[in-house]
């Protein structure tokens, strides 16, 4: 196996050979967010002053969609700090940017920022990485899930990618809210309410349907496009110790003028290399990871992420190879012989006896506590 280096062992041989100005703040990114600021407001003006037909309703639905999901990357962005570099003015512009997402500012760095950048793919504290094997036995959830069919729960997956950023953000909230200073809280609670009052109230402004156009259709949209990403990030490598974002993380390509649309959101190794670069400069990033290290370095077209995504069950086993724990089917991930190209079964396991009885262990507690608790 190859050896692993943390995130700062990459940046600093990169580093020298990029121009320092890839490392100032780029306030220019703020003219896009206000584009799409401006897009979403005469998209809520249009539905709430006229009436028109649903058709057309719908053409803006999906406009109001691809704004909302673009200032969320814009707002990850900010809230890195790669934009303005004053703390409050960071975490306004970065509320306003990620309004829409109901994520407040606060709650997004703790998760992202000390959380997800500090512990990637690491099986216990990265709160994205999808469990292991040996989560499975411990949850009864995940074991009535394996036992449907993969592509229907391909299928699913897919189609819960309009929801999941929304939900797994109120399960962020609620699992760290304890972890804020006391009196930090009342603020985070703000900043997680404010934006659902606002939507809430607009339902009663608009009315149901006028609503639905306005703001829940574009929100499941925006979660589609946001989620199409963050499921290629980290979900086809492999589990690491050590934070080797080289090995942990896949950069996905997009036509430029995607790229152009949602802020270089594509780049996310480099994204993980250098956080507190804006992603306009990761173009400049890529191409030398590409000159010292092409072997180790994970890139394809974001449309064969998605097709990769479908094709392998969502379950680590051993660190580095995917499992369908139903059918014992096993695929390597990447960087261990996972081929986007042509995905095929590694092998065919039957788990482990010391496995299964751990599993059967756990199985019979779950039944006992049931019992209990009936
Ligand atoms: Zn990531
Ligand atoms: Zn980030």
């Not at 592509?151 to 797994?168: G, I, P």
């Not at 790229?259 to 780049?267: A, E, K, T, W």
Request: net charge positive; no cysteine; glycine share 4%.
């Amino acid at each position: 196996m190859k050896d692993l280096h943390s995130f700062a062992w990459y940046a600093a041989r990169i580093s020298p050979h990029l121009p320092k100005k890839v490392f100032k703040p780029v306030r220019a990114r703020l003219w896009g967010g206000l584009a799409y600021l401006l897009l979403t407001v005469a998209g809520f003006v249009t539905i709430g002053a006229f009436n028109l037909n649903p058709l057309i309703y719908l053409a803006i639905a999906f406009v109001l969609g691809a704004s909302f999901a673009a200032m969320g990357f814009l707002g990850h962005e900010i809230l890195h700090g790669t934009v303005v570099r004053t703390a409050w003015l960071r975490d306004l512009l970065g509320a306003i940017a990620f309004w829409p997402l109901t994520t407040g500012p606060k709650l997004w760095r703790k998760w992202h920022n000390l959380t997800h950048h500090v512990h990637t793919q690491h099986e216990e504290n990265d709160p994205d990485a999808w469990p292991t094997f040996e989560k499975l036995a411990k949850s009864k959830f995940l074991r009535w899930v394996y036992k449907l069919p993969h592509s229907f729960r391909a299928l699913a997956s897919f189609v819960s990618l309009s929801v999941q950023f929304t939900l797994h953000s109120s399960r962020m909230l609620h699992l760290y809210m304890k972890e804020f200073n006391p009196k930090k809280r009342p603020a985070v609670w703000l900043e997680a309410i404010l934006p659902w009052a606002s939507w809430i109230g607009l339902l009663f402004w608009f009315g149901p349907v006028k609503w639905f156009f306005a703001f829940l259709l574009p929100l499941l949209i925006a979660n589609f496009i946001v989620m199409m990403y963050i499921s290629t990030n980290h979900r086809l490598n492999p589990i690491t110790e050590i934070n080797d974002p080289l090995a942990n993380s896949l950069t996905v390509t997009v036509p430029k003028w995607v790229d152009v649309l949602h802020f270089n959101f594509s780049y996310h190794t480099e994204h993980h290399l250098f956080p507190g670069m804006s992603s306009k400069y990761y173009p400049l990033v890529k191409e030398q990871i590409k000159r010292m290290w092409p072997e180790r370095y994970h890139e394809m077209p974001l449309t064969q992420a998605l097709k990769a995504l479908w094709k392998t069950p969502r379950l680590y086993y051993n660190g580095e190879e995917l499992v369908d724990p139903h059918k014992g089917n096993v695929f390597a991930s990447l960087g261990h012989g996972l081929n986007p190209q042509d995905i095929s079964l590694k092998r065919k396991e039957m788990l482990s006896l010391e496995k299964r009885k751990l599993f059967e262990e756990e199985k019979q507690k779950v039944k006992r506590e049931n019992k209990e608790g009936v």
